[in-house]
């Protein structure tokens, strides 16, 4: 981060406890919301919560559970079974960021898997399912000083959040950065496959009934197709600097 914002960061704190607001992070899948967001939140101390590691965790819950039938899901047994399904975050204090954990156990890796990529969207199209994780997310951020990403943060979980960004960038430029990410951590990777997903993703996100991905009026909009993840950053942080002005 730049000098001058530092600077800016110690002038904002000093003398007075800094007001907590609410960050509101939504955009297209693998915009790089999330890293946004995880860096925000780290820089000032709030709590991070990727609403979307929420959905796939209900989503692998789902597939571990034996509730897919090839694509067809088990609706009734879920709806039956969606109090069962708790969803907490750990920090790691090896990466320094925080693990998604289901009903106790760590699955920080597993719903990244195309798998879980690939059967998210419908799981997240179902309102008892929307339902229980706007409840949680809610709860989550009711002390405020927190940083969420998601599609709906915006506009449905925090519609009076202080600051809220937009993010997209072009499918191609989103499939790379996927595409990178799983051959980082040692997965199976094929591009063509993960811009299919990313497309479908995009349509399907934009077009369901409940919380369809849009941006809220009041929401700034970054495209960051050609930004690099430090230029991102400070422009995050400037906006939350006049934010909390
Ligand atoms: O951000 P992500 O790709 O990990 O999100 C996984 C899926 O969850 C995505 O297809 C859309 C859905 N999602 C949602 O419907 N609402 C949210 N607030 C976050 C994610």
New binding site residues.
């Given amino acids: 981060m730049s000098a001058f914002l530092i600077e800016k960061i110690k002038k904002t704190g000093k003398g007075k406890k800094m007001k907590k607001i609410t960050i509101a992070i939504d955009g297209f899948?693998s915009s790089g919301k999330s890293t946004m967001a995880k860096d925000l939140a780290k820089e000032i101390g709030y709590i991070y919560i990727d609403?979307?590691?929420m959905?796939?965790a209900v989503t692998l819950y789902a597939m571990e559970h034996g509730l897919f039938n090839g694509d067809e899901i088990d609706v009734e047994t879920l709806k039956s079974r969606i109090q069962d399904i708790h969803i907490s975050f750990r920090l790691d204090l090896d990466t320094q960021r925080p693990d998604t954990y289901l009903n106790g156990v760590n699955v920080e890796n597993k719903i990244r898997s195309m798998d879980v990529s690939a059967k998210?969207?419908p799981i997240?199209t179902l309102g008892f399912v929307r339902e229980a994780m706007v409840r949680q997310q809610q709860e989550m951020g009711k002390a405020k000083g927190i940083v969420m990403d998601?599609?709906?943060?915006g506009t449905t979980v925090f519609p009076d959040a202080e600051l809220k960004v937009f993010v997209t960038a072009s499918p191609e430029t989103r499939a790379k950065r996927r595409y990178e990410e799983l051959k980082a951590k040692g997965q199976e990777a094929d591009y063509d496959d993960i811009l299919k997903n990313v497309k479908e993703?995009d349509y399907m996100?934009q077009s369901r009934e409940i919380s369809p991905l849009r941006k809220a009026d009041d929401a700034m909009l970054l495209d960051n197709s050609i930004m690099s993840i430090p230029q991102q950053k400070e422009w995050l942080m400037k906006q939350y600097l006049q934010a909390i002005q």
Wanted: charge should be positive; glycine fraction near 14%.
């Fill in positions: 899948s609403s979307g590691a959905y796939r998210v969207s997240s998601g599609r709906d943060i993703r996100d």
